[in-house]
């Protein structure tokens, strides 16, 4: 019997999960393996037996490894799967290690990115197969305080300033430093959970909710296509 293409989705904090990915990813019959890395051990099976990775976004950053058991496991999967061209969705933090693990530098930002933000997306991101499905100006919702150079042979694909915002490294591994997975409910909890931070560095709570509600469907929207599209190249891993 053919198994179910499967996915490894690796989470970092309890508070932030596949959110709105997960829905395109159960609705092309893709298997998800969740990994919380502060609560439960890195799977044993080899990346191998995977037919694409999700890295979500973390409190920890990838400047504190060394404090951090769980991040050097997930470093060698993403060396891994780089080796063996898997499918990889890096989101925020996941943007960040796979920039790293590319062989990029990694370092703090003078501003951080907290709340809605709009990013350039260049031209070469509609012929991508996924990075096409975010758009040509989105409004997308941040929260970092890391950015990242990019890669050696990277494709660069969206960008705020100097800030790099999507790229893709080799012919398989995606990223986007923004918070493409988070619907209305998680940025609600954010605002709850974080509000020091949305006051002191995105105009305040009551600024974020109102750009909230006014961008929320259309970020579903976009959340959703990209999802289709990552769940597109599962699949087609799978079918090899």
């Keep these: 019997m053919n198994r179910a293409p499967r996915i490894l ?19 092309a019959g893709i298997d998800i393996v969740p990994w919380d890395v502060e609560n439960a051990p890195a799977p044993t099976e080899p990346i191998d037996n995977f037919d694409g990775i999700i890295s979500l976004g973390a409190i920890a950053g990838v400047l504190e490894e060394a404090n951090h058991a769980w991040m050097p496991v997930e470093r060698k999967i993403f060396e891994r799967a780089l080796e063996l061209e898997l499918p990889l969705l890096g989101v925020c933090f996941g943007s960040q290690m796979l920039a790293s693990a590319a062989g990029a530098q990694v370092y703090k930002v003078e501003t951080p990115e907290v709340g809605w933000t709009k990013v350039d997306m260049l031209p070469n991101a509609a012929n991508d197969p996924v990075m096409a499905a975010i758009g040509s100006n989105p409004d997308v919702f941040h929260f970092h305080y890391d950015s990242f150079d990019l890669p050696e042979g990277a494709e660069l694909f969206g960008i705020t300033g100097d800030i ?3 790229f893709k490294v080799g012919p398989k591994a995606w990223a986007v430093q923004f918070h493409i997975e988070v619907g209305p409910a998680a940025m609600f909890s954010w605002f709850a959970t974080y509000a020091r931070e949305f006051e002191k560095l995105a105009g305040g709570v009551e600024h974020q909710k109102a ?23 599962v699949l087609a891993q799978a079918a090899r």
């Design 211 to 233: 750009l909230t509600m006014a961008n929320w469907d259309a970020y579903r929207q976009r959340s959703n296509a990209v999802g289709d599209a990552f769940a597109a190249e």
């Design 164 to 166: 790099k915002q999507a």
């Design 9 to 27: 989705v690796i989470q970092h904090n309890l508070d932030d999960h596949l959110n709105e990915l997960a829905v395109p990813l159960m609705r």
